[in-house]
């Protein structure tokens, strides 16, 4: 996972006025050893675990929300073409845009430099809507048993 956004030098000031940005449980859930309380990810980081559990449901996976999660799962077991990695783009695309409203999908890309290996690393440039600020995503995807 790559997050490249760009912040200001007073860490203060990023903490004020972000608070919009959202706050959720830590993924994998996890307990604060200190506290004892579940451990929360707030902003840009609940952005990027977000878009995270978005691609790696699959549709129908959540019986209470059939519809939620990304397409890409289906085309695991397909052979690799143009038409493919289209579809992939295309599944991302939908999937960001219908349940991740904190931001503007700008280009998703998939990478195809390890295919013989079975990964396909997908690209995702966004945009936050609420600050404008950038920031990218890197989903690995593994079409291949073991990533073989």
Known sequence: MINDLTLSADPAADERGREFLGRGWAIPVRLDAGTGGVVTVAHEEDIDQSIQI????????????????????????????????????????????????????????????????????????????????????????YFKEAGR
Do not use: W
Request: some cysteine.
């Open 54 to 141: 978005i691609l790696s449901t699959a549709k129908g996976e959540r019986v209470m929300r059939p519809d939620f999660g990304c397409g890409i799962h289906d085309l695991v077991f397909e052979a690799m073409s143009t038409q493919v990695v289209t579809r992939i783009r295309n599944e991302v695309q939908d999937a960001l845009r219908t349940y991740e409203a904190r931001i503007d999908v700008l280009d998703v890309s998939v990478d195809q430099s390890d295919l013989f290996l079975g990964i396909l690393r997908v690209g995702i440039d966004y945009r936050v809507r609420a600050t404008n600020q950038t920031g990218n995503y890197v989903y690995p995807f």
